[in-house]
């Protein structure tokens, strides 16, 4: 049996990473789909609910681009979509007029606070025991 290399032995490691990651984003996907929600939403819908923990509360949507793992365009869509579901409302920023601000609509509270359940129980099953 051939020894492996620190190459191999890392490259082993990352490819497991991003199976943990597939297998856990497609189980949050099936668990939220019945609430209308895939797993890019609640990220979405979670960082806005910590980062702005009272109504009104905003964030700017380029604070959301680093901590979601989309491109600025597909947020965007992504915003779009949960506005036209009621879920978000944005808002132009009069400090700076290219920013965009984002912030949870009661109904966006609700649904999170309603899935938030769901998508920790996935996160519990799938992640449990993967630290090394």
């Known amino acids: 049996m051939a020894v492996k290399t620190a190459d191999a032995r890392l490259e082993e490691r990352w490819r497991g990473i991003l199976s943990v990651h597939a ?15 895939g797993a890019s939403d609640f990220e979405v819908l979670d960082i806005l609910a910590s980062e702005s923990l009272r109504e009104g509360d905003h964030c700017r949507v380029q604070n959301l681009v680093g901590r979601v793992h989309l491109s600025q365009s ?4 992504l915003i ?3 506005e ?3 879920l978000v409302e ?6 700076d007029r290219r920013g965009v601000w984002v912030a949870l609509t009661p109904k966006g509270r609700a649904l999170h606070t309603e899935v938030l359940p769901v998508q920790r129980a996935v996160l519990q099953r799938m992640l449990v025991g993967q630290d090394r």
Do not use: F, Q
């Not at 944005?90 to 400090?95: G, N, P, W, Y």
């Open 23 to 37: 297998r856990t984003m497609c189980e949050i996907d099936r668990a939220l789909h019945p609430h209308g929600l």
């Open 74 to 77: 597909a947020l965007s869509r």
């Open 80 to 82: 779009g979509r949960l």
């Open 84 to 86: 036209k579901d009621g």
């Open 90 to 95: 944005r808002s132009a920023c009069v400090e």
